[in-house]
């Protein structure tokens, strides 16, 4: 059996509630602190890509869908959101961090949506670690460089 067997509509509904699960937790991180594309943005993420990609996979559809162009567009449709996520305030960019977020999720939907359940668990305990454990680093050792001015790309540089 390979990774990327689906038996029926049972399976697909296991991998689309874990893929929302893994939505949920990630979304969780961004709720606590307030940052857009919380709870139910991220689940529905998760829970959509899964979807798609498992939907590509089902027998019915036979050799008529190929599953690399599904992920393909799936990656489309989530840079337009992760794009919308993004401000530009005067010269500061925000939202960089949930748009790479909104990504992640997508691309743990579609791997539990191919059936890589122990990757995807695993990559999101990174993901987690990453976004919890790296901010008070961040902020304690580049606070200043955090929010670099779009005009000035090597702010910390002396001049000459």
């Not at 008529?64 to 162009?69: A, E, K, W």
């Not at 567009?73 to 401000?87: D, K």
Request: proline share 4%.
């Amino acid at each position: 059996m390979t990774h990327t067997h689906l038996s029926g509509e049972t399976d697909l509904a296991i991998r689309v509630a874990i893929a929302l699960a893994i939505g949920l937790i990630l979304g969780a991180e961004r709720e606590f602190r307030g940052h857009p594309a919380g709870l139910r943005t991220m689940a529905l993420i998760g829970a959509g890509s899964c979807l798609f990609t498992g939907l590509g996979l089902l027998p019915e559809f036979g050799t008529r869908v190929d599953p690399t162009r599904i992920a393909a567009q799936i990656v489309t449709g989530v840079g337009f959101l992760g794009a919308g996520s993004i401000l530009r305030q005067g010269e500061e960019v925000r939202g960089l961090t949930t748009a790479a977020s909104i990504w992640v999720t997508a691309s743990l939907g579609m791997a539990v949506g191919f059936g890589y359940y122990s990757v995807a668990v695993f990559t999101a305990v990174l993901v987690v670690v990453v976004l919890v454990a790296l901010k008070p680093i961040e902020e304690r050792f580049f606070r200043g460089r955090r929010n670099r001015r779009l005009s000035d790309p090597h702010p910390a540089e002396p001049n000459e």
